[in-house]
């Protein structure tokens, strides 16, 4: 059973910044890729950043130069640091991990930019 745990989530100004985290239960190198991803209220949940096993990341064009994605494989750990945040960044964020065909969820960290 693989678990997922996020938090850093939180209510934040407009050009705020956070730093989200994903605490795995078992090895990072266990799946072939980690990443974030966002749901706000009414849409589709959406990709926001990914790193694979060999240290590749990607980013959804709308985060890029404002979020970072980063790990600690000593910690079993996915952060996401994001900067300059906006009103449309409002969403819940859940960590994402692939193994194969399997992909496993965290239970979400809410993250609210408004004045």
């Known amino acids: 059973q693989v678990q997922l745990v996020e938090s850093g989530g939180g209510l934040v100004q407009p050009g705020g910044s956070l730093r989200l985290s994903c605490a795995a239960s078992r090895s990072l190198f266990s799946f072939d890729v980690m990443g974030w991803y966002r749901q706000a209220p009414g849409k589709q949940r959406e990709l926001v950043a990914t790193?694979?096993?060999?240290?590749?990341?990607n980013y959804v064009n709308s985060v890029k130069g404002r979020f970072t994605i980063s790990r600690d494989v000593a910690l079993k750990a996915v952060y996401l640091q994001v900067n300059s945040l906006k009103p449309e960044d409002t969403a819940v964020y859940f960590c994402n991990a692939r193994q194969g065909l399997w992909d496993y969820w965290g239970q979400g960290t809410q993250v609210t930019v408004s004045s």
């Open positions: 790193i694979t096993n060999g240290g590749f990341i």
